[in-house]
């Protein structure tokens, strides 16, 4: 049977509490009880199958050095699948071995023919550089693996395009380096055995369909020069994983999702911070750590902030010697998370919080493989993480998780949850609710965790601005042809015509042509356009990198911004060079951006006549502006100015739903004429809180509107929207489960318990408004009303 692949973690610390005495003690260490529920997983005993008859024993050999006496029986049946021409998806949890499922027709298939290659696909650097080394580990004669990334030297690449035969790269460097230099790469193209796509349920929103476009120009160019390589790809378990496998790859795909592997049992609760006494609710961090936007509310909170209740538990799981992650949502948080944790830790024990560490995206190379070196050879026995490493390095001998908040999705909380426990010990999973409707929903709604599906993962390859501009991509590589239309789907035609129409493409009697010297800028993960650097004025070091979607809310002038626990404040952001200059100093205030939204109804794809309420899918224009932002003590949340931004407009068609109520409707159900801006504003924000419930989608990747009469309705209205160009899949999924995602709703709303509204119903953390006005009560009413009138 499998063991891991990847180095275990040193035993050279004290064997901690079993998972059910620890979790006593947590909930022992405060007044009340923060548990709401306490989920057992049962252990599993794994079933093994024989070897595969066409497995080579020098391959069987290298398993069996590595620890792998057999397969299990879904890795089998997923690799006979792939070697016999087939695509598969093998959809299976964490630590289920899901990468012997492709290394072993992979290398098989290299083993018996000399000129084969391999093309691994991850979508980040670290799970890449993971199966590297587990791939090199095997040692086996001619199949000379190899990254190829942002981080490879320049020196190493001729060697790795001519010699590799098992490459190693993520779907950016495929986008902007490999299929631009086809040429180049024909020799590897030509040979291309197998295609592996790893982790694939993260392709997701306008991310996934960028990528699922990519995987279609590769396709074509290999078609090119006569491959037809089989496509093997891993997720974890997720709704309907064949489907989603096909959308991705444009390819039939069978899915392997019975999880034959054994595994530990874990006692997994559920954690919601205590309410914190009235004359001392005050912000417990500092608003920019607990998102990437915003993060606490103009309004006092009511209970205890998530990120300070894990990094207490973080400093308490370390202080039992217990080995421990702690997944945080946003960059920041996982900073703060670990600061606190570390000051805890060295209060109680000088030195101790030498052993806690923070891990998350936009860390330079060197600091990423120093702090995964570190864990994995016992130096940290605690590390807080953005989802970094929900995919990245494979992590064993893990004796808790702490997730902070929600993940988004429930193929998320799995995924992270199951980092414990991977070498089959018992283990303790801890889910610390924000004070966010959809975690406040989910801590009092177990059976929305434990009892229901994993969710469908949400693309839309025909977003025509995510295929437009990859139709431009493939047109550099080689001119489109009428053969090409059905290989890139729905809308390929009409997208050419616009491009045609636009001056970007010459049609002449063989195809379609790219007219331009250089090639389209196109960004894969629709983050509104390149990093951003973040340099220290003094020294000119680069600290490390901010999405450009993010920058204007992290990165304005004056804002602080966090790195390694160190306060640094912006003097200068130069959006055209895509750099902002910051300098150390540690102010006792903290900064949040605020921001003006406006919007106008394109046109109408679908919509529900429903009396009184009107329900509707279509496109709409949505311009928003960073126009100020606020300096807070972080010590009081006392507001001491508001100062003004100059920064630029942002434009943004995109997809949205929303529902209209007549005026009469509203006031039939006893909402006053003078609160209907607070009734729909506040039912507006716990219905983007709750949307993620519904769809894989983040609070972050929608944002919303509402208005007691907007002028294109004529009504009052909410608007819910998909914060990327051109939708995401997300309203459309709103649209379809509306009853379902108002129900839910209405029910967080009303089963909080707070008395005028709080940020675990109506409280929103990215509120340009302030979270002024809301009315709890008649937001209650106006889901009320939709609810009796909406069909099931």
């Not at 991310?207 to 093997?232: D, E, I, K, N």
């Not at 538990?313 to 703060?336: C, H, I, N, Q, Y």
């Not at 894969?524 to 973040?534: D, F, I, M, S, Y």
Request: hydrophobic share 40%; net charge negative.
């Amino acid at each position: 049977m499998e063991s891991s692949a990847a180095p275990t973690v040193s035993a050279g610390h004290d064997v901690g509490p079993a998972p059910v005495d620890l979790l006593r003690r947590l909930r022992a260490r405060g007044a009340g009880d923060p548990v709401t529920h306490v989920e057992r997983v049962p252990a599993r005993v794994g079933v093994p199958a024989p070897w595969p008859a066409w497995a080579p024993p020098e391959l069987r050999a290298a398993f069996a050095r590595r620890g792998v006496v057999a397969p299990w029986q879904h890795q089998a049946e997923a690799a006979t699948l792939a070697y016999d021409g087939g695509h598969v998806i093998v959809a299976t949890g964490t630590a289920s071995g899901k990468s012997l499922a492709y290394q072993l027709p992979a290398l098989a298939t290299l083993l018996a023919d000399p000129r084969a290659t391999v093309l691994y696909l991850a979508p980040t650097k670290a799970l890449a550089a993971d199966q590297l080394r587990a791939v090199a580990g095997l040692e086996l004669e001619g199949v000379r693996p190899a990254c190829y990334d942002g981080d490879t030297p320049r020196a190493e690449r001729e060697w790795i395009r001519r010699h590799s035969r098992f490459v190693l790269t993520n779907p950016d460097m495929l986008h902007h380096g490999i299929l631009p230099g086809h040429a180049q790469w024909s020799g590897f193209l030509r040979r291309l055995a197998y295609v592996v796509i790893d982790e694939c349920h993260t392709y997701r929103g306008v991310f996934g369909s960028h990528v699922a476009h990519v995987l279609r120009r590769l396709r074509r160019q290999c078609a090119r020069f006569g491959a037809t390589p089989v496509f093997v790809l891993a997720s974890a378990t997720s709704g309907d994983p064949a489907t989603a496998a096909g959308r991705l790859t444009g390819l039939p795909v069978t899915a392997v999702t019975e999880d034959a592997s054994p595994r530990g049992g874990v006692t997994f609760a559920l954690w919601e911070p205590p309410l914190l006494p009235p004359d001392s609710a005050t912000p417990a961090v500092p608003a920019q750590a607990a998102g990437d936007h915003d993060a606490t509310t103009d309004l006092v909170q009511v209970r205890r902030s998530a990120l300070r209740e894990t990094a207490d538990l973080l400093a308490d799981t370390v202080a039992e010697g217990v080995r421990t992650l702690a997944f945080v949502r946003s960059r920041k948080g996982a900073e703060v998370v670990a600061a606190n944790a570390r000051r805890a830790l060295d209060d109680a024990v000088p030195g101790l919080g030498d052993r806690v560490a923070a891990y998350r995206g936009g860390y330079l190379r060197e600091e990423r493989r120093e702090l995964e070196r570190a864990l994995l050879h016992g130096d940290l026995l605690g590390l807080a993480s953005t989802n970094a490493l929900e995919l990245g390095v494979d992590l064993v001998g893990l004796d808790a998780v702490l997730i902070c908040g929600y993940p988004g999705t429930r193929a998320s909380l799995w995924q992270q949850a199951g980092r414990a426990g991977r070498s089959g010990q018992e283990a303790l999973a801890v889910l610390v609710a924000r004070d966010d409707p959809l975690d406040t929903y989910l801590v009092h709604h177990p059976e929305a965790i434990f009892g229901a599906p994993v969710e469908a993962t949400v693309l839309d390859p025909a977003n025509p601005y995510v295929l437009a501009p990859q139709l431009a991509c493939a047109a550099v590589e080689a001119p489109l042809t009428p053969a090409d239309l059905a290989l890139f789907g729905d809308g390929a035609k009409e997208a050419i015509d616009q491009l045609v129409e636009a001056g970007a493409l010459r049609q002449r009697p063989t195809g379609w042509y790219w007219r331009h010297r250089e090639r389209p800028e196109v960004d894969l993960r629709g983050e509104g356009g390149a990093p951003v650097c973040v340099v220290e004025s003094a020294t000119g070091r680069l600290l490390g990198t901010v999405d450009g979607g993010s920058s204007h809310f992290l990165l304005h002038p004056g804002a602080v911004y966090l790195h390694q626990g160190i306060s640094y404040v912006v003097d200068d952001l130069d959006l055209a060079d895509g750099c902002a200059l910051v300098h150390v100093e540690e102010p006792d205030w903290s900064t949040h951006a605020r921001d003006v939204t406006d919007l106008s109804v394109v046109s109408v794809r679908s919509y529900v006549d429903a009396g009184p309420v009107g329900m509707f899918l279509g496109e709409v224009d949505v311009t928003s502006q960073v126009v100020s932002y606020q300096r807070r003590r972080i010590a009081t949340g006392e507001v001491i100015d508001t100062r003004p931004l100059d920064l630029p407009t942002r434009e943004l068609r995109t997809v949205a739903v929303w529902f209209t109520l007549s005026p009469r409707s509203l006031a039939s159900a006893g909402v006053q004429q003078a609160d209907v801006p607070g009734a729909l504003h506040a039912a507006e924000h716990a219905a983007i809180g709750l949307l993620p419930l519904m769809a894989t989608c983040d609070r972050w990747d929608i944002g919303g509107l509402s208005t007691a009469l907007h002028p294109d309705t004529e009504a009052p209205t909410v608007f819910v929207y998909d914060g990327h160009p051109g939708g995401a899949g997300f309203s459309e999924r709103a649209y379809g489960t509306a009853s379902a995602w108002l129900r839910a709703t209405r029910d967080a709303i009303a089963e909080c318990g707070c008395e005028t509204g709080c940020p675990s119903c109506v409280q929103s953390p990215k509120c340009g408004n302030g979270n002024n006005p809301l009315s709890k009560p008649d937001a209650i009413r106006v889901l009320d009303v939709v609810l009796e009138n909406l069909p099931a």
